[in-house]
């Protein structure tokens, strides 16, 4: 089956322009999570959205959000990019919500790139 | 605040060597750790542990995860040239709004030289 697919692959944006990015799931996987990597700080969980709802949420400014629609893809806002933005952006769907008791792993998509100049 | 600590940072090793990667971590209601490798883009799922003392294992690859010294390790034998990459380390556990999370260590960045 189809794995995890995030559009577009590579961007660049300039500081203050705002960015989507978008993410399609595993057939029948109704969990979303974004991800931030950089050198710096490696993997940082940005949110989870399970059913259209936001689950979870990491600690990120304001300026980055999500959505979920129905079919459960999701896109990731961010709005008045800075040069710290420039980042790898990761998705992951999941069968199941991060918070039920059965975990399961995370797949992954290959990612966004983001240049902010 | 959940952390997770890998260590080394990154290693280069000969074909055939046999490398052990370390994983501590401190977080709130553990529920489980997992490993990933990621080559160059998409991280890929190798190991999910919850069990102390289990060792799980997939062919030249072996984990083990201690909750008692909180830490993990992930031994490769004989490595080869396609096992270079960085491997993730993450941990769940409950965040701060009451929600499971996972939290992921900077990596280890393995390179395996002929």
């Known amino acids: 089956k189809a794995g995890v697919t995030q559009t577009p692959r590579y961007l660049i944006k300039t500081r203050g322009q705002q960015v989507t990015l978008s993410c399609s799931p595993i057939?029948?996987?109704?969990?979303v999570s974004w991800y931030q990597q950089t050198p710096g700080q490696g993997l940082q969980f940005l949110f989870e959205?399970?059913?259209?709802?936001?689950?979870n949420k990491g600690n990120f400014p304001g300026r980055f959000s999500g959505r979920q629609f129905s079919n459960s893809r999701s896109e990731m806002n961010v709005s008045t990019l800075e040069l710290g933005d420039s980042a790898l952006y990761l998705c992951?769907?999941?069968?199941?919500?991060?918070?039920?008791?059965?975990?399961?792993?995370?797949?992954f998509g290959e990612g966004s790139r983001l240049t902010v100049l | 605040e959940d952390k997770v600590v890998q260590s080394p940072l990154s290693l280069v090793v000969h074909e055939g060597d046999t490398v052990t990667l370390n994983c501590s971590y401190e977080?709130?209601?553990?529920?489980?750790l997992l490993w990933y490798k990621q080559e160059k883009k998409a991280p890929t799922f190798l190991f999910m542990l919850?069990?102390?003392?289990i060792e799980k294992k997939s062919g030249r690859l072996s984990s083990i995860l201690d909750k008692k010294e909180l830490f993990s390790i992930l031994n490769i034998t004989a490595t080869q040239t396609g096992d270079s990459a960085v491997y993730l380390c993450?941990?769940?556990?409950?965040?701060?709004?009451?929600?499971?999370?996972?939290?992921f260590g900077k990596g280890t960045k393995l390179s395996v030289i002929p």
């Open positions: 959205y399970f059913s259209e709802t936001q689950r």
């Open positions: 057939s029948g996987h109704r969990s």
């Open positions: 919850t069990s102390s003392g």
């Open positions: 993450a941990v769940e556990g409950i965040s701060g709004a009451g929600s499971y999370q996972l939290t």
């Open positions: 992951a769907s999941s069968l199941y919500s991060r918070n039920r008791a059965n975990t399961g792993e995370l797949f």
């Open positions: 977080v709130t209601n553990f529920r489980s």
